[in-house]
């Protein structure tokens, strides 16, 4: 019998619409990946979890806030979901499970195994999407046959992943939470993947060394607020820069705060109550 993933626990609490952003600043050292807040339109409350907790944060938060604890017991070696495969625009698949990666890469298609017990980045949330899609655009008209590419707040690196099987050569991924790059990189053993860095960064806090061709950070809009100046200097000339994590409410003072930093927005997609934002950076 496998043994249970440690991170198989979740934190629910219901809180007022209105202090729903904050919750963000509160669950902060959980990192992105692990924090998803609920918020249908007109509703007085929001629904705020925290998953891939221990046992012991799971009940540090239930201490500090109240709210329910509950255990995902499914979450085992041998039993994992499934989801149904998504398809980025006809260029590669994303799976949940290793027989269905093998059965595409036998079959000559390009897939990548995400599996489905990841509380996020499974390629399923609306931000996440929508960069997928973005990047396939992008890779399509690329002038480079190999161009470089940066993802930051990688999560579990499937844009990392997915700008390799899409061309891009030298890959960069940066998050500053642990529990992700573990993940990260057991996604990359498991697909097979080599050639991906992955580093421990706080962007708030991080000098880009060098510029890439195309950048994506998919954060938190205050963390993109604040470190607009970073990414913009981290997208080369004529460069990409992907957005998203971005709430619609919250679109025009990101957008903004780039459009400060010479980067031009040239699309915009929305779905649901999130905005995902290709730019590119304009003249000197």
């Known amino acids: 019998m496998p043994a249970l993933d440690p991170h198989r626990f979740s934190w629910t609490k219901r809180a007022a619409s209105s202090t729903a952003e904050e919750w963000f600043d509160t669950l902060a050292h959980l990192g992105p990946m692990r924090v998803m807040i609920t918020q249908n339109v007109g509703a007085a409350q929001a629904r705020i979890q925290a998953h891939g907790l221990t046992e012991a944060e799971a009940d540090s938060l239930r201490e500090a806030h109240g709210g329910s604890v509950g255990e995902a017991t499914w979450l085992t070696a041998e039993c994992p979901p499934q989801r149904a495969p998504i398809n980025v625009r006809g260029r590669f698949s994303v799976v949940s499970t290793e027989p269905e990666l093998l059965e595409i890469r036998e079959a000559g298609g390009t897939a990548l195994w995400i599996p489905a017990a990841l509380a996020f980045g499974t390629g399923e949330h609306a931000?996440?999407?929508m960069c997928l899609r973005h990047l396939a655009d992008i890779s399509?008209?690329?002038?480079?046959?190999?161009?470089?590419f940066l993802?930051?707040?990688?999560?579990s690196a499937i844009l990392a992943m997915a700008a390799q099987v899409l061309g891009a050569g030298e890959i960069l991924g940066t998050d500053f939470d642990a529990l992700a790059l573990k993940t990260a990189k057991e996604n990359l053993r498991n697909n097979g993947?080599?050639?991906i860095k992955l580093e421990c960064s706080d962007v708030l806090k991080w000098t880009p060394a060098?510029?890439?061709d195309v950048v994506a950070a998919n954060l938190f809009s205050g963390v993109l607020i604040e470190a607009a100046k970073t990414i913009a200097g981290a997208v080369a000339p004529t460069g990409e820069l992907l957005l998203s994590g971005v709430l619609r409410e919250q679109e025009q003072e990101v957008l903004s705060a780039f459009a400060r930093e010479r980067m031009q927005v040239q699309k915009v997609g929305r779905k649901g109550k999130w905005i995902s934002a290709r730019l590119t950076k304009g003249p000197a």
């Open 210 to 212: 060098r510029t890439w």
């Open 127 to 129: 931000t996440t999407a």
């Open 193 to 195: 993947l080599r050639g």
């Open 151 to 155: 993802d930051l707040g990688t999560g």
């Open 140 to 148: 399509a008209r690329h002038k480079k046959t190999r161009w470089s």
